[in-house]
Structures are given as structure tokens and as C-alpha cells.
DNA sequence: ATAGTAGTTGAAAGGTTGTTCAACCAATCA
DNA sequence: TGATTGGTTGAACAACCTTTCAACTACTAT
């Protein structure tokens, strides 16, 4: 199934057919779109970025992260498997100790965009 | 208040003081994790970034965009208004219809990170 | 004037999300 | 072995978010 067939239900009518002819063609299928919503959604909250930010200066564990940011262990390991579950993070464990650390230099360029944006 | 008088509270202790305490140094005020959050709140949705990436082509009005992302001139209305209150686009009245197009080209730079990010 | 259209808005409904709490696992140490 | 510690997990609750629906404004045309 094509994106042209996707339903074009609208309960209004089209004001200027050339233009959404033009742009319809420079458009991603609506799938795209849904996940990069979804990546975004995950620097969405104020505590993952913290430690996404955080995780930038160097690895780190769960009780150090808690510490730093002020939150209970069990709410960063949450937020943690999060960040682990959309390959932010990476991790390696040190007998009962688990040091995390970001996947990619992706998330800083991300991170940094938007405080560019925030400070203009 | 200083972010120093931060509530120190946690449910478990440092573990590595040394690498905490060279790391809180770099650290924002919450403030700015939140403020930062904000922002990819409303990169957070699926047919706001839809709206966003069709805003790229150029500006439209709100029946263009319903049409184009499929969606009710209601839906739409609603989240340019989010758009809008975030200063993340623009708009121009002409008799009965709004145009809206992008703010600045940050919000595009932001976008194209994502993407460049779920492509790999 | 009256009808129709572009757009906005508030409330309601359904879904999603973040933290807390308690229980749990696994590794260490006594 | 038994106690402690770092970390994870599931359920529950509250807060938030997105769409729909219906009502509404404002402009245009007949």
C-alpha cells in the first residue's frame, strides 16, 4: 500500500491544490514521522536529559547519576532502561556496580541543537 | 537559591565522590533540563512534526495542512497553536485565511538531526 | 440580511507517561 | 550462611496529552 492511498478524509475542502501537490511529493510516509516523534518523545522529560547530559561528561552508575541529579535509584534506572531501550545508552557491568555511558556522539549533537535553540 | 542548596536526598550513597563532584560542575541548573525537555516536548508528536516538515516546502494554510497530513481542521488548529506558542512557527492573516509557515531555521536544523539520528 | 467557509476554542474521553513503593535478584562481605 | 548493597522491576496513581465534538468568531458572497 502506497502513501497516495492513505485516506484523504478531511471535512475541509483544498484551497490551493498546486501547493499541497508540490509538498505532498516532498513528504515521508507517516511512519517516519511517528518515529521521530518517538526519538524525540525520549528527550521529552527533564530527568532523561539531565542524565543524558550528565553521561556526556563521562560514565557514570545508577547511585552516582541519583546522587547528581537528586532522584531516588529506582526512578534513574527506570529512566535509564528507557534510554537503554532506544540505544542511547550503553552500559557495562563491574561485579554489582553497572557504569553507564552514551551510545553515540548523535545524542550530544541532538542535545546541543536544542540549547542552541532555548538560548537562541 | 543557589543550585547548590539542591535537596541532596537519595535513597543510596555516592560512589565515586570524585567523578560526581567534577561532573555537578558542568551541570545546568534543573531549570534548563526542563526548559530543554519543553522543547522537544513539542518535537514529541507525530503530527506536529508531520506539520513541521510539510512548514519546510513553504508556508500553507490550516485546510492545505489538514488535507495534506490528513487530519481535521480542528486536530491541526490545535497543534499549530502548540506550534505557535512555542515560537516555532509563524503565521500571516489574508481575508479568512491563516498562513503559517516556520519560525527560524533552527526548527529545521533540529529535525534534520532527528532524522540523520533514526536513519543512522 | 443570510448562508457558507476558514479558523479557533473549550470540554470531554481515552491513552500515555513518570514517580513512588515494595519486592526482588545478584554480588559482596562478615 | 546471613546480611548488606547496587540495581532492576511491576503495579498503582496522578498528571498530562491528543483527538473529537460542538459551538463559536469573522470574513465573504449572494
Known amino acids: 500500500m502506497s502513501e497516495q ?4 478524509f478531511c ?8 501547493v499541497v501537490n508540490r509538498v505532498r511529493e516532498k513528504m515521508y510516509e507517516k511512519e517516519q514521522y511517528i518515529d521521530l516523534a518517538a526519538l524525540f518523545k525520549i528527550f521529552a522529560d527533564g530527568t532523561r536529559v539531565q542524565l543524558l547530559h550528565a553521561l ?6 545508577v547511585c552516582d547519576l541519583a546522587v547528581l541529579i537528586g532522584a531516588t535509584k529506582s526512578a534513574v534506572s527506570h529512566q535509564l ?6 540505544n542511547l545508552v550503553k552500559f557495562r557491568k563491574e561485579a554489582q556496580t553497572v557504569f553507564y555511558s552514551l551510545a ?3 545524542v550530544e ?10 538560548w537562541e
Do not use: A, W, Y
Not at 471535512?11 to 490551493?16: E, R, S, W
Not at 556526556?56 to 552508575?61: D, I, L, S, T
Not at 532502561?81 to 532506544?86: D, F, G, P, Y
Not at 549533537?109 to 532555548?118: A, Q, R, S, V
Open 5 to 8: 492511498e492513505k485516506p484523504l
Open 11 to 18: 471535512d475541509c475542502d483544498v484551497i490551493h491544490e498546486d
Open 56 to 61: 556526556e561528561q563521562g560514565e557514570m552508575c
Open 81 to 86: 532502561k528507557t534510554l537503554r531501550m532506544s
Open 104 to 106: 553515540d556522539s548523535h
Open 109 to 118: 549533537d541532538i542535545l546541543n541543537k536544542g540549547f542552541e535553540h532555548i
